[in-house]
Nanobody, 116 residues
Framework: QVQLVESGGGLVQAGGSLRLSCQAS????????MGWYRQAPGKQRELVAS???????NYADSVKGRFTISRENAKNTVYLQMNSLKPEDTAVYYC??????????WGQGTQVTVSS
């Protein structure tokens, strides 16, 4: 069983930056990829960025060039560096882990609010 704990959300002005962290514990050797999703009020949850064990990354078009996903294996932690934040980035951000057997794990979510 994989547990994911997120941190780093908060309130920031447009144009500002935040860094989200997600630390995994438990069955970490079963994890094939990790990522960040977000869900704004009244909208579906969407993929923001993902990174595989081979460090292959994928980004939503809306965040390309502004967000960077990275990992620190020694700490079992994945980061999402968010720069040039916009009000439309406001959402609850969820850490996600995908196991080799395709099982998905989710964190509890962290609120990111960008004021205009």
């Amino acid at each position: 069983q994989v547990q994911l704990v997120e941190s780093g959300g908060g309130l920031v002005q447009a144009g500002g930056s935040l860094r989200l962290s997600c630390q995994a514990s438990g069955g970490i050797f079963s994890i094939n990829a990790m990522g960040w999703y977000r869900q704004a009020p009244g909208k579906q949850r969407e993929l923001v960025a993902s990174i595989t064990n081979g460090d292959s990354t994928n980004y939503a078009d809306s965040v390309k060039g502004r967000f960077t996903i990275s990992r620190e294996n020694a700490k079992n932690t994945v980061y999402l560096q968010m720069n040039s934040l916009k009000p439309e980035d406001t959402a609850v951000y969820y850490c996600n882990a995908k196991a080799f057997n395709s099982r998905l794990y989710w964190g509890q979510g962290t609120q990111v609010t960008v004021s205009s």
